[in-house]
RNA sequence: GCGCCCGUAGCUCAAUUGGAUAGAGCACCAGACUACGAAUCUGGGGGUUGGAGGUUCGAGUCCUUCCGGGCGCGCCA
């Protein structure tokens, strides 16, 4: 077992048990072994007698003593005292934490890969960005979330993959045709003027970026002047609509994908809602649902307080989604017959339930939170219950520069672009600062401090403490040329001379790497894992600060070989923590800062 | 009007998912460099966790209610 706090509480189990003979195992379930917030309290605290008090029949703090006086014959433990209302402290044997440098040295960046999924199988589907122009801040964040929490659930023992749904079936890309087509008409010369145009489409002109520009040059090289009148004015779009649609998403999904790398996201498959649609799974599904009793034509009621001035009764064809827990039944079909997205949603995610996942998670923007109880109605609804659907709600992201809002428009018009962010931020820094939030809060993005070489930014001051570890293993390999020092020579190290307070504290750090995976895992928060290596990265700072006054601190002691190795096994150990770790972000350790 | 999310130090955010005295960074105050890289470090001040009730051994966390902010609320995706 890797991961030490499992391990004591399996002792504390033992205890508990001989103390308790019959104890039910859902209150066994409950007992848990914590590192204490304050060392005062000793190294790990259990709430076993707590927990287990009433079914026991017996007074928290008798249990305790009752457990801690069992504890106290193990050897691993130095002391178990009760504390407070019925805590069992526990203080560890040093050398039991110290072991569990070999562990780390040994596993290597798999240290705390967990079982905890069982291979599982999981979806997460991510980024989902509409092909209708560049990917901007807001799906960054989405992007970012999904993957780490990808990465996540991967070392927790699920059984992962990525995907992107590509929504290129609505409305909104034949408007994107049309905005293209717009460019088109440019490069050849027209003479219309932008209004003029806007007039001739139907719902007007939506997207007026520049970055359609040279799709718009591309169609004129392909198809000269064939998708237009004689006077270069609009063709009826039977001509040209499905071609420059099918184009213009091409290019912008090729670009998408330019962006999707430089982010360092790699997803495993790509469904497009428009192949969807034209395989027939869709009316499929709609047909599977009527047969199932679960589609009826019915008038829904108007919204309470605010209705819209244009709304009028009008019978629809609606999902019955209330008798899986939503509020209402959603509609299935528009008034021309076709089906509305949630429709063909559905049918993506039936798609999904066929590939036989067991969750399946979307991670979306927080504007997308009133879809939530539907969609999961509908793929309770689907199968039969055997599924779960949960979704990752990612809030607004604010850029700002020193404290002033950012809106840089190069080409997009009104949105910062994620192209412009990794120009200017990195994608490293990019990943870490984004993760360095919790999904649902909103967060402010500040460029300065994203790029500072300070504290202040976790990313570097991360990327810091693995550089300056490597730095140190770099010297010691260059000062002792014929000592092996890999890792696994390392784990061999006699580490008896560990026992200063800050060597303690990021040991104990480290033994809790396995337990941070698998709390960020059942909770799908990777941002954990940022927070974990900031304080990880912390305690090593401390004590490699520690070492300008006290030089029996120091890593690298030309006259104490012995004292070296047991430091240098420490700084190897801490090194693979931080990779690990990052690893997890989607971000790349650095072996020196320049 | 209803639903979801949020409200924590002056600012940006944490808080081991119900655990002990609510923690970091920035900012502020006072100190520290002939260095395994000071790209920093040490110490200090700063809180009625929006308000009020409740649940229990124990509440920032759960429940009720109010206040304030964000998002959503029949054929947008």
Same mark, same amino acid.
């Given at each position: 077992m890797t991961d030490l706090f499992a391990s004591i509480r399996q002792t504390v189990l033992a205890a508990l048990a001989a103390a308790v003979p019959d104890l039910p195992p859902d209150i066994a379930a409950r007992v848990e072994v914590t590192p204490t917030r304050d060392t005062a309290h000793g190294d790990m605290a259990t709430n076993a007698a707590m927990v287990s008090a009433k079914a026991a029949r017996q007074a928290p703090a008798k249990l305790a003593a009752a457990i801690a006086e069992a504890l106290r014959a193990d050897p691993a433990i130095q002391k178990a005292d009760v504390a407070g209302p019925g805590f069992v402290n526990l203080t560890l044997d040093p050398a039991v934490f110290r072991a569990v440098l070999p562990v780390v040295l040994r596993a290597g960046e798999a240290y705390g890969d967990s079982t905890l999924g069982k291979a599982t199988r999981v979806n997460v589907e991510y980024v989902s960005a509409n092909p209708t122009g560049p990917m901007h801040i807001g799906h960054c964040r989405g992007a970012v979330v999904g993957d780490a929490l990808a990465n996540l659930l991967a070392k927790a023992g699920y059984n992962v993959t990525k995907e992107y749904y590509i929504n290129d079936a609505g409305a909104q890309v034949a408007a994107l045709a049309w905005a293209a087509y717009w460019r088109y008409l440019q490069a050849i010369g027209t003479a219309m003027?932008?209004?003029?145009?806007?007039? %001739?489409? &139907?719902?007007?002109?939506?997207?007026?970026? #520049?970055?359609?520009?040279?799709?718009?040059? +591309?169609?004129?090289?392909?198809?000269?002047?064939?998708? %237009?009148? &004689?006077?270069?004015?609009?063709?009826?779009? #039977?001509?040209?609509?499905?071609?420059?649609? +099918?184009?213009?998403i091409d290019l912008m999904m090729r670009e998408i994908r330019v962006d999707l790398k430089r982010l360092g996201v790699d997803q495993d498959v790509f469904s497009s809602e428009r192949a969807l649609v034209a395989s027939g799974a869709a009316d499929a599904m709609l047909a599977k649902l009527e047969a199932d009793g679960l589609i009826y034509e019915g008038v829904l009621e108007p919204p309470k307080g605010k209705t819209p001035d244009d709304w009028e009764p009008r019978p629809q064809t609606l999902f019955r989604a209330t008798e899986f827990g939503d509020d209402v039944d959603r509609p299935l079909r528009k008034s021309d017959g076709s089906n509305t997205y949630f429709?063909?949603?559905?049918?993506?995610?039936?798609?999904?339930?066929?590939?036989?996942?067991d969750i399946l998670i979307d991670v979306l923007g927080a504007d997308h939170g009133g879809y939530v109880p539907r969609m999961k109605a509908a793929v309770r609804a689907i199968s039969q219950d055997r599924v779960k659907?949960?979704?990752?709600?990612?809030?607004?992201?604010?850029?700002?520069?020193?404290?002033?809002?950012v809106r840089m428009s190069k080409r997009a018009g009104t949105y910062v672009t994620l192209s412009d962010l990794l120009d200017e931020v990195g994608r490293d820094a990019v990943r870490f600062t984004m993760l360095f939030r919790k999904a649902d809060a909103q967060m402010e993005f500040d460029l300065d401090q994203a790029i500072a070489q300070t504290r202040e930014n976790p990313a570097f001051y991360v990327q810091y403490a693995h550089a300056r570890c490597r730095s140190v293993l770099r010297a010691a390999a260059e000062a002792q040329p014929a000592a092996s020092l890999t890792p696994e020579a390392l784990a061999d190290a006699d580490l008896s001379s560990l026992t200063d307070e800050a060597d303690t504290a990021l040991i104990r750090r480290l033994?809790?790497?396995p337990r941070t995976v698998e709390a960020a895992a059942i909770a799908r928060e990777p941002h954990r894992i940022a927070f974990f290596l900031y304080d990880l990265a912390g305690d090593f700072h401390m004590l490699w600060n520690r070492g300008r006054d006290d030089s029996t601190l120091r890593f690298l002691q030309a006259d104490r070989p012995v004292e070296t190795r047991a430091r240098l096994a420490l700084v190897a150990a801490t090194a693979i923590a931080i990779r690990s770790g990052l690893r997890v972000m989607g971000v790349e350790p650095v072996e020196e800062m320049r």
């Open positions: 003027t932008e209004e003029e145009f806007s007039a %001739a489409v &139907p719902g007007g002109l939506q997207y007026r970026g #520049d970055y359609l520009i040279p799709v718009g040059e +591309e169609l004129a090289r392909a198809h000269g002047t064939a998708f %237009a009148t &004689p006077d270069k004015t609009v063709a009826p779009p #039977d001509l040209w609509l499905d071609t420059v649609r +099918e184009k213009t429709a063909n949603d559905i049918a993506y995610h039936n798609d999904k339930v066929s590939r036989n996942y659907f949960e979704a990752v709600l990612c809030q607004i992201v604010h850029i700002v520069r020193g404290g002033e809002p033994a809790s790497w």
